[in-house]
Nanobody, 123 residues
Framework: QVQLVESGGGLVQAGGSLRLSCTAS????????MGWFRQAQGQEREFVAA????????YYSDRVKGRFTISRDNARNTVYLQMSSLNPSDTAVYYC????????????????WGQGTRVTVSS
C-alpha cells in the first residue's frame, strides 16, 4: 500500500515562493495520476492541481493558475508543487493524493491522502 508524505510547508511573506514535495513509499507512483489539494481552517478541502502519470498533462484550479506549477520526478517517486506570488488566501494545509477514479478533479476521485503540510502566508 502506498504512503504519501508531504513536506516543504512553512511561513512565507506575501509575494514569496515555496516548493512542496510529496514523496511516495510502498510502491512506485510512476503509473499513477496525482493531485494536490488544500484545506484552509474552517473550510472544505479544495482541488489545487493535478498531473498525469508521465507529467505531460497538468491541470489547475482557477485560483492558482499562473502562480502554481505541479511537476513530478518519477525516478524519485515524488510530486512537487511550486508556488509563487503567494498571498494570504493561500494559507492552508496542503495535501497530495492519488487520483484513483473518475473524470473530474473532485475530492471523491482521489485517495491515499498524505498527512499534509501547512503553508502560512503573512501579509
Amino acid at each position: 500500500q502506498v504512503q504519501l508524505v508531504e513536506s516543504g510547508g512553512g511561513l512565507v511573506q506575501a509575494g514569496g515562493s515555496l516548493r512542496l514535495s510529496c514523496t511516495a513509499s510502498g510502491r512506485t507512483i510512476s503509473s499513477l495520476r496525482m493531485g494536490w489539494f488544500r484545506q484552509a481552517q474552517g473550510q472544505e478541502r479544495e482541488f489545487v492541481a493535478a498531473i498525469s502519470s508521465s507529467g505531460g498533462s497538468t491541470y489547475y484550479s482557477d485560483r492558482v493558475k499562473g502562480r502554481f506549477t505541479i511537476s513530478r520526478d518519477n525516478a524519485r517517486n515524488t510530486v512537487y508543487l511550486q508556488m509563487s506570488s503567494l498571498n494570504p488566501s493561500d494559507t492552508a494545509v496542503y495535501y497530495c493524493a492519488i487520483r484513483i477514479s473518475g473524470a473530474t478533479y473532485s475530492l471523491a476521485n482521489f485517495g491515499s491522502w498524505g498527512q499534509g503540510t501547512r503553508v502560512t502566508v503573512s501579509s
